[in-house]
């Protein structure tokens, strides 16, 4: 009867009460770069012989290094690797997520799904690079060329995602592609619930010594839910973050902030510090 | 082919030689505008200076200068057919087509500026409309605005195109042409009606909406670009018919229409100037404050804040020669005026883009870089030299300038 | 019948006309036009779909032997993981195996040394013109004169070791890596156990940032936090692993030695201590002048801060120290890593073991070569070899001695002059000297101790101990000595590890080593800097550079728009009269390299310039060809009597 119950497609899908999002711990992170390196690969990312125009260069997951130049001298300066993906903004409202660069699309080719996940249609995109304007986390990016991929090294991409046009904006969508693997298999093994299917994205999967975590925000049990909660979390240079209760509230009032899920963890101060202008 | 050589070249010697050497000049920008041109639709944005930092360059800027500058043509439009202010009667053919022409390359600019121009179509298919009456994506504001009124401007300009003496010959036609112009004023309100959204959205909505980005960020700026389309836009037609009048030596236009139309544009530069105040007070005492940075260290780089700075003194050297009867009534403070007009509604083009985009969005990074690459100018000054010539072939073939006829009519 | 005048023609013509229009706007036809017209314009790759499966496989690249999970579209690789995932070398094998610019069968040089210019040959001609050079040699008694020079230790080098010593000749190196400048100084190679050590010591080792066996690293590493293990990182610049460390103790530019002679000094001194090896004795009377205080006094350290870390050491239940200063690009005198070495003997910690690779043994040779063998002098150390060594016929494993030894132009002198055999997957600096290039695997090609190789290899690549053990059997003389049909029956031999000898101070080499180390810090006013190597993540030592997507991790500071940068502190940049972004050259006794930009950042030390590894390569595939400068031109020199290798890790130089 079960076993009937699952196979009949008919029935309403359930409502989908996932939240994606990622914690980063940064007392973990040596800065090593195998997440950039198989995020690279699982998103076919263009390769081109000389990348070092930094300002063009096409990636998601910038490794960025940090240093406490501005507010200390030797010897008292750190060295961090912040790696940084689209921070998957959601606006102030959670039920109504509004990232700051869905609204701005002309085209609709970038929206925000009901897991929180704001995705991008590669063929949908004209190029005006507006999202990438509006994007504060400057997760965005163009194809400022085409994007080529020399003899063999076409053998080794991924048929799961498609190789952008150039003039194209394209972005993290914390490996949507691999969920939707996962779910196929899912539903070919009986499971129709949306909800009972995890996944992890390339980056997560290739973080050695277990810095990163993905999983449910709206699961309060799960880890990244723990650490996004944790003393030691705050996110990308938003600062509303350390303010009182009324406060952010009052603020809130005023403006929209972006309100990403993505977190980070430190128990280094030079860290937070970093994070604010001066 | 021959017959045809030999004619352009009795054509280009029936100059005089500076109009000779100007032509010279736009043809060769034309020219590289079509290489480059060809160059950047092909071959990709890469050759430009723009990127993932700095994702919007000068084509933006010209853009948006010639979006502002064109509302003029509604603005005059406006004030002649709606407040029956016929001193601006002798300008308005004029300032049709320039407003036409900013509008026509406004198109062609972002065809450049996009990276997918074969794509430009899903603007109408795929619009990003949202819930509300109004569009939620300015650009989607930006592409309807403008392509509406756009035609309402080719509607404007049909009279004036047909008064061409080969189609005025055709009865049809000429009563045509008689009849639209009798209507225009319908036209006129319209197109100002969507000229006040289009400069909004294009000139403040777009950044207004941008709520991440603190350089930004201010609803109130929506006002600030209408009014400054208005102020600068008024200014920038007077000052085509001034520097045609020069060129061609005579007078185009009488001079109580310079009057007139200056005036406006220095009462619309006070109003300017009390809504920038209110934009930058707004900035900077709530919206920046509330991401704790401050608004002066948003000001840094090469693009400092002597851009501001330089826009107030612009403004107010506009108004004080534009209202001010004394200033106004001699030549060249008149023309120092309409200049201080034009180059205040510029540099808020220029700081909005040039600016915005420098100012990092991490703490630890410095004030991003622009120069535009060869590519970049020479579709931008390619694309002006080729509204520079449309506009001296319309002057020369199309009664732009009634006056002028009227007086040619009186001495013959 | 009517006749059609013009009038209805027109008409019907212009219906016509109309009619075919409307409906061609009507079918669609506009629209498919348009799709192909987007589609022709954007010439759009389409990643090839196939049958998705995963096979499971071992990773041999290390001792730690990482198992693998491969994602397979029909027979392509498409993604790895790891069971630990740890190191870029298992990310990185997608890149290596399809690069473009492997080579797919045999190459022989075709023109000018260093021209690269080639043309391709079989296997077999290519053995078979190898073998016939090898007994030119055999016959013209110049055993001696062949040579063999590898990367790692591993299955094929110690058949290539094999092959050299069967020839008669002991003329086997090995870069100057961690296992290679350890095994010359210590007798062997110390074993830390890191994943069950309660204090780490490191002398300027960045262990968290790609060095020694980092997969396994990073996977003790996730536990240090649980298990309260203590890192203290001595080190001059503020690198990540010092960022990351408990204790950062920085020290001045190249005075690592001293601090560990310090806190041997306080371990015998004041907590009694003793360490067993021969020479001890002496080593001790020669130490007794660094006390903290004079310590303190060469390296910045406060004594109090030395007596501190002593204290802590000794008290610790297994603690380890660790020398071999660098990431992979690794670089310590005998006598630093000797000091180091002695304060695990002193306190007698369990966590840290001398062991030693040991090869497939000495092979069965003929008289001849048995004679050669026994009256033959090797030098020391690579670095020593290409300086003062001679050879005629030498075969290179992988190895990159032209880019990564400081003698690297010395090298390309002498590989212009002999038979060179290269063992490699792309041709890099060295290989570019080649007559012979012959195509290695990538790992996922191999055959591993869980069996056959995951992905076939590509066109006529060939294990290089396969390739090895098929020259032997063209070679008459050393047949005997290479009884295995292929290399699949070495697999578990090859890298194996024995127990080391004990080890021995060498009080020779510490003696020569302080002297040459307190004049390279004595203040020179013609070089007033110190230059110190950094190398970025993934990039290492110049081998990463040849893959795309690692060029995508190199950061705005040290390569961008074509220029190298390098790190110079604040207050020093300032005295010098360099500001952020200025054009810079550094010049140092060696010479000069031009041109680099300078980043002002106080991560790095008073008086330090810091440079990045691994760039100025003239090969190694388009992606690494001519991007930035080769500091090691310009490196010290100075060669260590034990290691055999030069102690380029400090350089003084100046900057204009």
């Not at chain 1, 929209?256 to 963890?265: R, T």
């Not at chain 3, 497939?360 to 090797?378: D, K, N, R, V, W």
């Not at chain 3, 990538?442 to 090895?468: C, M, N, W």
Request: net charge neutral; glycine share 8%; charged share 20%.
């Amino acid at each position: 009867m079960e076993h009937n119950e699952k196979a009949d497609i008919t029935r309403k899908a359930p409502a989908m009460h996932r939240k994606w999002g990622m914690a980063i711990d940064l007392d973990k992170c040596t800065g090593c770069g195998n997440c950039s390196l198989s995020c690279a690969q699982e998103n076919n990312l263009p390769m081109f012989e000389d990348d070092s125009d930094i300002p063009k260069r096409v990636f998601y997951l910038d490794l960025m290094k940090v240093t406490n130049d501005r507010d200390a001298q030797y010897p008292n300066v750190g060295v961090v690797y912040i790696p940084k993906m689209c921070q998957q903004c959601e606006g102030n409202e959670p039920s109504n997520p509004k990232p700051p660069c869905v609204s701005v699309c002309p085209v609709v080719a970038t929206d925000v799904g009901d897991d929180g996940v704001v995705s991008q249609i590669w063929s949908r995109c004209i190029g005006c690079r507006y999202c990438q304007a509006s994007c504060p986390y400057e997760a965005r990016a163009f194809n400022w060329w085409k994007p080529d991929y020399e003899g063999r090294f076409k053998e080794s991409l991924n048929p799961e995602v498609s190789v952008p046009a150039r003039g194209t904006i394209i972005k993290c969508t914390f490996c949507s592609h691999i969920w939707k693997r996962e779910r196929d298999r899912a539903v070919a093994n009986g499971e129709l619930d949306i909800n009972a299917v995890l996944y992890t994205p390339a980056c997560v999967s290739a973080c050695p010594t277990n810095a990163m975590v993905f999983g449910d925000l709206n699961d309060p049990n799960s880890e990244v839910s723990r650490l996004s909660r944790d003393a030691r979390a705050f996110r990308l240079v938003h600062s509303i973050d350390e303010k009182p209760a009324d406060e952010q509230k009052r603020l809130r009032g005023i403006k929209n902030y972006p309100n990403p899920k993505v977190y980070y963890l430190t128990s280094h101060q030079w860290i937070r510090d970093m994070m604010r202008f001066k | 082919m021959k017959k045809f050589i030999d004619l352009l070249k009795n054509e280009f010697n029936s100059y005089s030689r500076n109009i000779k050497i100007t032509l010279a000049v736009l043809f060769a920008l034309v020219g590289l505008f079509i290489i480059f041109g060809i160059q950047i639709l092909f071959w990709g944005l890469g050759y430009t200076d723009m990127s993932n930092l700095y994702p919007f360059g000068q084509w933006i800027i010209g853009d948006l200068g010639l979006v502002a500058l064109g509302g003029g043509a509604f603005t005059t439009g406006f004030f002649l057919y709606i407040f029956r202010n016929d001193k601006l009667e002798p300008i308005i053919n004029s300032t049709v087509l320039v407003g036409f022409l900013c509008y026509l390359f406004t198109f062609v600019f972002l065809v450049f500026d996009i990276g997918q121009p074969i794509r430009a179509w899903f603007g109408y298919t795929y619009p990003n409309w949202g819930p509300g009456l109004m569009p939620q994506s300015m650009l989607t504001e930006v592409v309807w605005c403008l392509t509406f009124y756009f035609l309402i401007l080719c509607v404007e300009l049909l009279p004036v195109a047909l008064k061409h003496k080969v189609l005025d010959s055709i009865p049809f036609l000429k009563y045509t042409g008689h009849y639209l112009h009798k209507i225009m004023w319908i036209f006129a309100a319209a197109g100002t009606f969507l000229s006040f959204f289009h400069q909004g959205s294009l000139g403040g909505g777009m950044w207004g909406e941008m709520y991440a980005k603190p350089v930004w960020f201010d609803h109130f700026y929506f006002y600030v670009t209408i009014v400054g389309a208005t102020a600068g836009g008024t200014s920038f037609m007077a000052l085509i018919a001034y520097s045609a009048g020069k060129v061609m030596k005579k007078e185009v236009v009488p001079w109580e229409t310079f009057q007139s139309i200056t005036f406006i544009s220095g009462i619309m530069s006070i109003v300017y100037l009390a809504f920038r105040a209110i934009n930058v007070y707004r900035m900077a005492s709530v919206f920046v404050p509330a991401v704790d940075r401050s608004f002066m260290d948003l000001w840094g780089g090469i693009y400092g804040f002597w851009m501001l700075v330089a826009e107030g003194l612009f403004a107010v050297a506009a108004i004080v020669l534009l209202v001010v009867k004394k200033f106004r009534s001699q030549e060249r403070l008149m023309l120092a005026g309409m200049i201080c007009a034009i180059m205040t509604s510029v540099m808020s083009k220029l700081i909005v883009v040039l600016h915005g985009s420098s100012t990092p969005n991490f703490p630890w990074r410095p004030f991003a870089e622009y120069a535009p690459s060869f590519q970049e100018w020479a579709v931008m000054l390619g694309g002006l030299a080729c509204m520079a010539l449309i506009y001296m072939w319309a002057a020369k073939y199309l009664p732009l300038f009634p006056h002028l006829h009227k007086h040619e009519h009186e001495e013959h | 019948m009517k006749k059609i005048d013009r009038k209805d023609f027109l008409t019907l013509a212009g219906g016509a006309v109309a009619g075919g229009l409307a409906g061609t706007v009507f079918s669609g036809a506009p629209i498919d036009a348009l799709q192909w017209l987007v589609e022709w314009t954007q010439d759009q790759y389409r990643p090839l779909d196939g049958r998705e499966h995963y096979l499971r496989s071992v990773c041999d690249a290390c001792p730690d032997r990482c198992e693998l999970s491969i994602r397979m579209i029909d027979d392509r690789a498409v993604n790895i993981q790891t069971s630990n995932s740890a190191c870029p070398v298992g990310q990185n094998a997608l890149q290596l195996m399809y690069h473009p610019e492997r080579i797919p069968q045999p190459l022989k040089r075709d023109g000018r040394k260093g021209s690269g210019k080639w043309t391709t040959v079989t296997w077999d001609q290519a053995l078979t013109d190898i073998a016939s050079k090898i007994n030119e040699k055999i016959q013209g008694n110049k055993r001696h004169l062949i040579a063999g020079i590898n990367k790692d230790y591993n299955l094929t080098s110690a058949l290539l070791d094999r092959l050299i010593a069967a020839l008669g000749s002991k003329n086997s190196y090995y870069e100057a890596g961690l296992e290679a400048i350890t095994t010359s100084s210590l007798g062997g190679v110390p074993q830390y156990n890191f994943e069950n050590t309660d204090y780490i010591l490191s002398f300027g080792a960045r262990i968290l940032e790609g060095w020694g066996p980092s997969g396994s690293l990073l996977k003790a590493f996730r536990g240090w936090k649980a298990r309260g293990t203590k890192l203290v990182m001595a080190e001059t610049n503020r690198s990540r692993t010092a960022s990351m460390a408990d204790e950062w103790v920085p020290v001045k530019a190249g005075t690592e030695l001293f601090l560990a002679l310090g806190i041997a000094y306080v371990l015998i001194r004041e907590k009694g201590r003793n360490s067993g090896g021969a020479g001890f004795a002496n080593w001790v009377t020669y130490i007794s002048d660094y006390t903290p205080e004079q310590v303190s006094s060469i390296t910045g350290v406060p004594a109090e801060k030395i007596r501190e870390i002593a204290d802590a050491f000794n008290r610790a239940g297994r603690p380890v120290a660790v020398s071999g200063r660098g990431a992979q690009g690794i670089s310590s005198s005998s006598a630093e890593i000797t000091a180091v070495y002695a304060l695990n003997s002193l306190v007698n910690s369990p966590a840290v073991t001398l062991k030693k690779h040991t090869g497939l043994g000495t092979p069965p040779m003929s008289q001849g070569a048995a004679q050669a063998y026994s009256s033959a002098e090797p030098k020391k150390g690579l670095d020593d070899f290409i300086k003062n060594g001679e050879f005629e016929l030498v075969f290179i494993n992988e190895a990159n001695p032209v880019h990564r030894s400081v003698f690297g132009s010395d090298m390309k002198t002498k590989l212009g002059n002999a038979f060179v055999v290269s063992f490699a997957p792309l041709v890099n600096d060295s290989a570019l000297y080649a007559d012979y290039v012959l195509p290695s695997l990538s790992f996922l090609e191999t055959k591993t101790t869980a069996g056959d190789a995951a992905v076939a290899p590509y066109a006529q690549a060939r294990h290089a101990g396969q390739a090895i053990i098929d020259l032997a059997g063209k070679i008459e003389e050393i047949r005997g000595a290479f009884n295995w049909q292929s290399y699949t029956d070495l697999i578990r031999e090859g890298s194996a590890l024995g127990a080391a000898g004990n080890f021995a101070f060498n009080n020779e080499s510490l003696k020569s080593q302080i002297t040459l180390l307190k004049k390279l810090l004595s203040e020179d006013r013609n070089y007033p800097l110190s230059l110190i190597p950094y190398e970025l993540p993934m990039l290492g030592d110049g081998d990463g550079l040849a893959f795309p997507y690692i060029l995508k991790n190199i950061d705005g500071n040290t390569y961008s728009k074509k220029k190298l940068w390098v790190m110079i502190n604040r207050q020093t940049a300032r005295d010098q009269g360099v500001s952020e972004g200025e054009r810079i050259d550094i010049e140092s006794s060696r010479g000069e390299i031009g041109s680099v930009r300078a980043h002002l950042t106080d991560t790095v030390a008073p008086g330090v310039v810091a440079i990045p590894l691994g760039f100025g390569q003239k090969a190694n595939t388009k992606y690494a060809e001519d991007k930035g400068v080769n500091p090691k031109e310009i490196m010290n020199a100075e060669i260590d009597p034990l290691t055999g290798n030069a102690d380029w890790w400090l350089t003084r130089v100046k900057i204009d």
